[in-house]
């Protein structure tokens, strides 16, 4: 098979979604074993020309990237007015799968997508207008011309069932993969006192401040540190006696944070599945999550779980998971050792052996 794989999102710096997208294409890429042609395929920026080619270094893809000034702009156009085919940019191929910032139409070959969550329809004020516009036609299209729609856990397939009306049949569920950075063995991250980690884009949904009140119903101690760039909407404030905040850093340095961490929490009020809770897991540290049940996949039965509205319960459940430490670690090492990008590459290449 001839696939062409979307990864116009690995323009810009990475959060979720380009995780998710460049660790599944290195999932396929394995799980192909060389039997299957790969393209990365992307309309981006002049930045997207610089930063796309490094994200992708070392593996084992074909590259098209159709360099355009206004890039997104463009793909939002083409993808609304359905022409020209892709074939027509690409050649043929059996495989389209496009991700988060495009529908590019097609003629021919399996029609394929991702789905992280439906958060733009169900929380609409959560997001920007324009993701709110962007996703709102992804969905519709995409419930209605695609072969096959891959979710990253069953709750967000079923509500892609419910909420778009897609067939069970027409649904594949690849829960992402923890990256090699993300292991247990390695450094750990020395903030000159012991500390807390809390892992999130900085957004309403994050839901951090209610960790901030946490952290100040337990007296600043220990220490709040706080990964993670600037999202959208109001931002936390990120100060006060213990906050330490640490922008945006990178994968190993973020390993080591985990493993320096006294706990790990993820106090968000809503995901697709929540992969900072399995890195933290992988990484040995224990984890409080949210009781969202969209995190219940990511969670497993190997983290505390406190509900995200209320600040005294997440405080209290931080000190459980220092309390119980030695309990809830080899729980969450042997729970995110489930979470492969093999795995990933498996269902996918799986799904389009079976539909083409």
């Not at 990864?7 to 979720?16: A, K, M, N, Y």
């Not at 994050?206 to 960790?211: I, P």
């Amino acid at each position: 098979m001839r696939i062409v794989f979307d990864v116009s999102p690995l323009s810009h710096p990475r959060t979720g979604v380009g995780n998710y997208i460049l660790g599944s294409l290195r999932g396929l890429v394995e799980a192909a074993g060389g039997r299957h042609e790969l393209v990365a395929f992307a309309p981006t920026s002049p930045q997207g020309r610089r930063a796309i080619p490094a994200a992708l270094d070392g593996l084992a893809v074909g590259r098209r990237l159709v360099v355009l000034p206004f890039a997104h702009a463009w793909r939002q156009a083409w993808s609304r007015a359905g022409h020209p085919a892709a074939e027509r940019v690409l050649g043929r191929f059996d495989v389209l799968h496009f991700t988060d910032w495009m529908f590019p139409p097609q003629s021919a070959g399996l029609r394929s997508t991702m789905i992280h969550d439906l958060v733009p329809l169900r929380f609409p004020e959560w997001v920007t207008p324009r993701t709110r516009s962007m996703h709102g036609a992804k969905y519709a299209n995409a419930a209605r011309t695609c072969d096959v729609i891959f979710t990253n856990s069953r709750f967000t397939a079923d509500d892609v069932r419910e909420r778009l009306g897609v067939p069970e049949e027409r649904l594949r569920v690849a829960p992402p993969g923890v990256d090699a950075a993300f292991t247990a063995e390695g450094p750990k991250a020395d903030l000159g006192r012991p500390y807390v980690l809390s892992v999130a884009t900085l957004e309403p949904r994050k839901n951090l401040g209610a960790l901030l009140e946490a952290h100040r119903l337990r007296g600043g101690e220990p220490a709040l540190a706080v990964v993670g760039g600037a999202g959208w909407g109001e931002q936390p404030q990120l100060v006060g006696s213990g906050v330490i905040p640490l922008g945006r850093v990178h994968d190993e340095r973020l390993a080591a944070l985990y493993r320096g961490a006294e706990a790990v929490v993820y106090p968000s009020r809503f995901e697709g599945f929540g992969m900072p809770i399995v890195e933290a897991m992988a990484c040995g540290a224990p984890v409080v999550s949210s009781a969202h049940p969209s995190m219940d996949e990511a969670s497993g039965d190997a983290a505390v779980r406190a509900d995200p509205e209320d600040a005294g319960t997440i405080a209290a459940a931080i000190s459980e998971a220092i309390r119980e430490r030695d309990r809830l670690v080899p729980l969450g090492l042997e729970h995110a050792g489930r979470f492969t990008w093999r795995r990933v590459g498996e269902i996918m290449l799986e799904a389009y052996e079976e539909l083409t």
